[in-house]
């Protein structure tokens, strides 16, 4: 059973950045990954992913703002957040999923999630 257990959110000013933590129980490297987030009232949306040989997919709203990364050694994921804007604030949660096949920015393609991280934009 693999856990998940996100952290790093909080509350920032527009223009600022975060950096979110995502710590695995279980070596990740044979896992694909991804951000999420969900703004109340929202749907769940993928924000970012990266895959088994580290190529990555970003969406459109934060192509060029985010970044997402891992350390393998330390089975923990990363979004590094800049230019922060207030269209940003969500709950952020971290996915994994050892199936790589299907889109990766659809929620019910993973498995497994964290509990959330707030990240709130002022």
């Known amino acids: 059973h693999v856990q998940l257990v996100e952290s790093g959110g909080g509350t920032v000013q527009a223009g600022g950045s975060l950096t979110l933590s995502c710590r695995a129980s279980?070596?990740?490297?044979?896992?694909?990954l991804a951000w999420f987030r969900q703004a109340p009232g929202k749907q769940r949306e993928g924000v970012a992913f990266i895959d088994t040989d580290d190529s990555t997919t970003y969406a459109d709203s934060v192509k060029g703002r985010f970044t997402i990364s891992k350390d393998n050694a330390k089975n923990t994921l990363y979004l590094q957040m800049n230019s922060l804007r207030p269209e940003d604030t969500a709950m952020y949660y971290c996915?994994?999923?050892?199936?790589?096949?299907?889109?990766?920015?659809?929620?019910?393609?993973?498995?497994?999630w964290g509990q959330g991280t707030q990240v709130t934009v002022s």
């Open positions: 996915a994994a999923e050892d199936y790589c096949g299907g889109s990766w920015d659809l929620p019910e393609n993973y498995l497994y």
């Open positions: 279980v070596p990740i490297n044979r896992y694909c």
